[in-house]
């Protein structure tokens, strides 16, 4: 079985920056999408950001121009760096993991609270 580890979450005033990561607990499996979704209270859970093996990535509008994501392939390991957050940006994180299947892993989530 394979785990999704998140680290870097935390409270962070607006206009601030955070840098999220998370590795698999293993490497024997390569993942294809790895990425980023997060839920606010009272709402669904939304896509942030994915980017699969070639570094093609793909955001969410919502955070276009001010969140990162990035992989290191060998380590099945994905960061997200994220600046310019605002109050709206606050809720659990959590890591994402795709097989070429289709089989997706979840970790299990990081709180990311922005606020003064």
């Known amino acids: 079985q394979v785990r999704l580890v998140e680290s870097g979450g935390g409270l962070v005033q607006p206009g601030g920056s955070l840098r999220l990561s998370c590795e698999a607990s293993?490497?024997?499996?390569?993942?294809?999408?790895m990425g980023w979704y997060r839920q606010a209270p009272g709402n669904q859970r939304e896509l942030v950001a994915t980017?699969?093996?070639?570094?093609?990535?793909n955001y969410s509008n919502s955070v276009k121009g001010r969140f990162t994501i990035s992989r290191e392939n060998a380590k099945n390991a994905v960061t997200l760096q994220m600046n310019s957050l605002k109050p709206q940006d606050t809720a659990v994180y959590y890591c994402?993991?795709?097989?070429?299947?289709?089989?997706?892993?979840w970790g299990q989530g990081t709180q990311v609270t922005i606020s003064s």
């Open positions: 994402i993991g795709d097989r070429r299947d289709g089989y997706r892993y």
């Open positions: 293993a490497t024997f499996l390569q993942l294809y999408r």
């Open positions: 980017i699969i093996t070639t570094g093609s990535a």
